[in-house]
């Protein structure tokens, strides 16, 4: 039987990440939108999309409103105003695009990737951007490579805009300093979220 009208299904699985069931669901029956419910703080996010639609007005960046996004809570939601970024997906093919915006004195974990090479351009803001422990202050117009197994991490103190550049992005391809973040599933440290600039 084809998925009827506010059915999940296989493809749904990022839809789902970051809700609880609510409703008795029997075996073989579907799951439905009115079953689940979202197990975060939705004011909390509601504040940190404002905050990030802010800065985005302030980086002239366009979006279309179909976009993807997520909240990299790589501590929790709790802990996301100092550790973590919102992640816009433009592009994920061969190529990749991403917008990152990091809030006011937030930072991003020291990190490497295995298989993707990536290149930041600062839009809007100020960002130290760590590679193998040297800083390198950033400047707009000027795209940074970060290559294969390098390692790095970024903040800011007044907030910024980063364009991502870089080839396919796999999930679980992020390889984290702090064991303590490795150890979480990619549902617990990543949280889907609707996100249309107005």
Sequence with gaps: ????????????????????????VEAHDPLTIVDV?????????NHIVEMAKILLDDANV???????????????????????ALIIDKVNREYCKKIIVNLPNQAHPVHHHIKKEEAF????GDCTLN????????SKGEPVVIARGVKHS??????????EISTTHIPGDSIY???????LKLSDRKIKINFAKD
Aim: charged content about 20%; proline content about 2%; overall charge negative.
């Design 177 to 183: 300093e702090d064991p303590q973040i490795n150890s």
């Design 62 to 84: 366009t979006l279309s409103g179909n976009e993807s996004a997520e909240l990299s809570a790589h501590y929790g939601l709790n802990n996301f105003a100092k550790n973590g």
């Design 154 to 163: 970024f903040r800011t103190k007044y907030g910024c805009v980063i364009e």
């Design 131 to 138: 590679l193998n422990g040297k800083n390198i202050e950033m």
């Design 37 to 45: 419910a979202t197990n975060v703080d939705s004011d909390k996010i």
């Design 1 to 24: 039987m084809p998925v009827q009208k506010g059915q999940f299904n296989a493809s749904s699985v990022y839809d789902l990440a970051g809700r609880v069931v609510t409703n008795e």
């Design 121 to 124: 351009e600062l839009l809007h």
